[in-house]
């Protein structure tokens, strides 16, 4: 079995950005946990790049690696409305600043397709999205990182295939969010692995009941994670980078010795 030392070292743990440059800073370097933070809007427009460059500087002292979760309110990239696609690249640009300076292994957007929202419309939805992605992801690319997109509400794989496929070429992975899986879709995990698997880059783990985003220790729900887990030791030589978004800390440590139970490299 893995120790728990060493897959603290392999995963990252979600932090909204106020926290970690609050209280949180210290309880990272002490546990030797991999940050990834989120930035939403309001953490973006206040930003003291100096903070940040010195809270860079410290964790890459520490052998730590980062994460960068970009924002999702109301950040529709395959909207049809030319100004607001135009605010999204602003907000993205704003986060390539953040890349510069933390240097992330990922940064994960909300892919953001609601076929309620979009079902009229799914091909200028496509092309709209690909513009923003390919622009974005080549920004990220150009700083050594990567872009993935998360699934939130959409209800089926199929439903985000086409832009996957158009961004193959992109190197824009995908981000499969298995708390969103359960909560929001009708269909199942395994199908979820079979049709975007191949574009299979980041997991965000945690859990829930079947109902709601509850973000739950791993474990303490009911998502599958022997069934992604089995997948994952029969499909992948190399593990995706994995962030567990745990709500508390006290849930850090039961979704860590949840994994240990899983963990197949």
């Given at each position: 079995?893995?120790?728990?030392?060493?897959?603290?070292?392999?995963?990252?743990?979600?932090?909204?950005?106020?926290?970690?440059?609050?209280?949180?800073?210290?309880?990272?370097?002490?546990?030797?946990?991999?940050?990834?933070?989120?930035?939403?809007?309001?953490?973006?427009?206040?930003?003291?790049?100096?903070?940040?460059?010195?809270?860079?500087?410290?964790?890459?002292?520490?052998?730590?690696?980062?994460?960068?979760?970009?924002?999702?309110?109301?950040?529709?990239?395959?909207?049809?409305?030319?100004?607001?696609?135009?605010?999204?690249?602003?907000?993205?640009?704003?986060?390539?600043?953040?890349?510069?300076?933390?240097?992330?292994?990922?940064?994960?957007?909300?892919?953001?397709?609601?076929?309620?929202?979009?079902?009229?419309?799914?091909?200028?939805?496509?092309?709209?999205?690909?513009?923003?992605?390919?622009?974005?992801?080549?920004?990220?690319a150009d700083e050594g990182g990567r872009l993935v997109l998360e699934n939130v509400?959409?209800?089926?794989?199929?439903?985000?295939?086409?832009?996957?496929?158009?961004?193959?070429?992109?190197?824009?992975?995908?981000?499969?969010?298995?708390?969103?899986?359960?909560?929001?879709?009708?269909?199942?995990?395994?199908?979820?692995?079979?049709?975007?698997?191949?574009?299979?880059?980041?997991?965000?783990?945690?859990?829930?009941?079947?109902?709601?985003?509850?973000?739950?220790?791993?474990?303490?729900?009911?998502?599958?994670?022997?069934?992604?887990?089995?997948?994952?030791?029969?499909?992948?030589?190399?593990?995706?980078?994995?962030?567990?978004?745990?709500?508390?800390?006290?849930?850090?440590?039961?979704?860590?010795?949840?994994l240990e139970r899983f963990w197949p490299w």
């Open positions: 079995m893995t120790e728990k030392r060493n897959i603290l070292g392999m995963v990252h743990v979600g932090i909204p950005y106020a926290m970690f440059a609050g209280d949180s800073l210290s309880m990272f370097l002490e546990k030797r946990l991999n940050p990834e933070i989120s930035f939403d809007s309001e953490a973006l427009d206040s930003l003291n790049h100096k903070n940040l460059e010195g809270m860079a500087g410290i964790l890459k002292e520490r052998g730590l690696t980062v994460t960068v979760h970009a924002p999702f309110m109301d950040i529709a990239p395959g909207s049809p409305d030319q100004l607001v696609r135009g605010v999204v690249r602003k907000r993205l640009q704003q986060v390539i600043d953040v890349v510069k300076i933390l240097k992330p292994r990922t940064v994960v957007c909300h892919a953001a397709y609601e076929d309620r929202r979009y079902r009229h419309m799914k091909d200028k939805w496509l092309e709209y999205s690909f513009s923003v992605w390919r622009w974005f992801g080549s920004r990220v509400f959409e209800n089926s794989p199929e439903e985000l295939l086409d832009l996957f496929k158009a961004l193959a070429r992109e190197q824009v992975g995908f981000c499969l969010d298995v708390g969103h899986q359960a909560a929001f879709s009708s269909v199942s995990l395994e199908r979820w692995l079979q049709v975007l698997g191949e574009f299979l880059h980041q997991l965000h783990l945690h859990d829930n009941n079947g109902i709601r985003d509850e973000h739950l220790a791993i474990g303490k729900g009911t998502v599958d994670f022997p069934l992604l887990f089995r997948w994952l030791e029969k499909n992948r030589n190399k593990r995706p980078v994995m962030t567990i978004e745990p709500h508390t800390r006290e849930d850090i440590d039961p979704s860590i010795a949840t």
